[in-house]
């Protein structure tokens, strides 16, 4: 980038090449001058002649003197922009930083409280587990009962075996909970996750015949208890899932997806909105690192895959005039449900599913200004992730500006170098 030391170089090139075009200006004869007189020297036309080459000569240097100055303005201009963005962007970056730590003191205080609360999120998980059991005749209860015996941990059903999908999860608010739980319904809440396809086989064998064998897998452990079990269960493979392939977000304890908010016309995100779900379950620290075969978190795998994009409003009014940005669904905190682009729920709330994610406390656990904090975080990052791109931008035009001043000033020098054989030629041939 051209300094203040370049900008002066640039003035004195231009001040050097204008003074070494005035050599150039010759005296080319009027026209009332030579008007009606004949020519008795025989060299006559040869000198109108190089009088024409004269006067295209200066009329050349001017329009590349020109050429340079323009350049030379757009140079600045370019210069300006570029010094203005790396401000911006460095103000950015300390903003993050801000927040960052922000976000880091939260966190320490939550966990700090956390410490305090863990008999409250223990009765809570024991709560989600003895819902659990209510349906004794389905798969997640009979995980449940299996995992609290004495050799469960080597029980080879289990050993495979994440959990199951409302153990797995927690939030920071009982609405919260309500809501996500009954965003995915009863059957999924009870669906039974496995790490990797080996495991998720062991679940359950068939016969030659297609049928169920009920001597092998859960079938046979249900028939040992005496409780054989009633319908169909979901089974999740989490070495089958597509994982979320985006970046995390970074700094953050829980590993969040770096998703990108939605955004109106005017860039800003629409009112009301809180957040995406997939960031808004808590995960215990053992499943916040790899846990499939591709080295993927449960947030990135099976969290992912329930909620995708599932948008998060403080009203249904927010969520409804922010329809056109939500190409996943939504949810409200008043009970509000968009299930897809033209497929909203309606009429009178349907009955809540028992089986919820446990809940840490029965009020928030991080405070409304910690959700503040994050999303102001984002937003700087989006800005930051803008000045970078018109940074970015504004050097590709600057060095290409440069790059033609570059060019035009070689072909001025060039055309002096020319120009001035022409000035001492015409010098020998008129007296």
């Not at 068939?206 to 319908?231: E, M, N, Q, W």
Request: hydrophobic share 35%; net charge negative; charged share 25%.
């Amino acid at each position: 980038m051209f300094g203040g030391g370049d900008n002066r170089r640039m003035s004195t090139d231009n001040e050097q090449l204008h003074s070494n075009s005035r050599a150039l200006v010759v005296s080319v004869p009027s026209a009332n001058n030579s008007a009606g007189q004949s020519s008795p020297v025989p060299g006559d036309g040869m000198q109108n002649g190089m009088d024409q080459q004269a006067e295209s000569i200066v009329n050349k240097s001017k329009k590349l003197q020109d050429d340079l100055q323009e350049l030379g303005h757009k140079i600045k201009h370019h210069e300006d922009n570029v010094n203005f963005l790396k401000s911006q962007k460095n103000k950015l970056d300390t903003s993050i930083l801000d927040f960052q730590v922000a976000i880091g003191k939260h966190h320490t205080a939550s966990s700090s409280k956390e410490e305090n609360d863990d008999s409250a999120y223990l009765e809570s998980k024991e709560e989600t587990i003895q819902h659990i059991l209510k349906y004794k005749k389905s798969a997640a209860a009979l995980l449940c009962k299996m995992t609290s015996e004495a050799q469960a941990s080597d029980h080879f059903l289990i050993k495979d075996v994440v959990g199951i999908v409302a153990t797995l999860g927690k939030v920071d608010d009982a609405n919260l909970s309500r809501l996500l739980s009954k965003y995915l319904g009863l059957e999924t809440m009870l669906a039974v996750v496995c790490k990797s396809y080996e495991g998720f086989k062991s679940l359950e064998s068939y016969s030659r015949d297609g049928s169920i064998d009920k001597g092998l897998g859960i079938h046979a452990f249900a028939a040992s208890v005496g409780t054989p079990l009633d319908g169909p269960f979901t089974a999740i493979c989490l070495e089958k899932l597509r994982p979320y392939d985006g970046e995390l977000v970074a700094g953050d304890p829980q590993r969040r997806l770096n998703l990108i908010k939605p955004r109106l016309t005017n860039g800003e995100t629409p009112p009301g909105f809180v957040g995406y779900a997939v960031n808004m379950i808590l995960i215990d620290n053992d499943n916040l690192y790899s846990l499939s075969a591709s080295g993927h978190s449960l947030r990135e795998t099976l969290l992912y895959k329930l909620f995708s994009h599932l948008q998060v409003y403080k009203s249904r009014e927010d969520m409804l005039n922010a329809e056109p940005l939500i190409p996943d669904g939504a949810i409200s905190l008043d009970g509000g449900l968009i299930r897809g682009p033209g497929v909203c729920s309606l009429g009178h709330n349907q009955e809540d599913v028992d089986v919820r994610f446990s809940c840490i406390s029965k009020k928030l656990n991080l405070s409304v200004s910690y959700y503040e904090i994050e999303n102001q975080l984002k937003e700087t990052k989006w800005k930051k992730d803008r000045a970078s791109e018109d940074l970015e931008r504004e050097q590709q035009l600057l060095d290409h500006v440069r790059f033609r001043y570059e060019t035009k000033k070689r072909e001025f020098v060039r055309f002096l170098a020319e120009s001035s054989s022409f000035a001492t030629q015409r010098a020998n041939v008129i007296p």
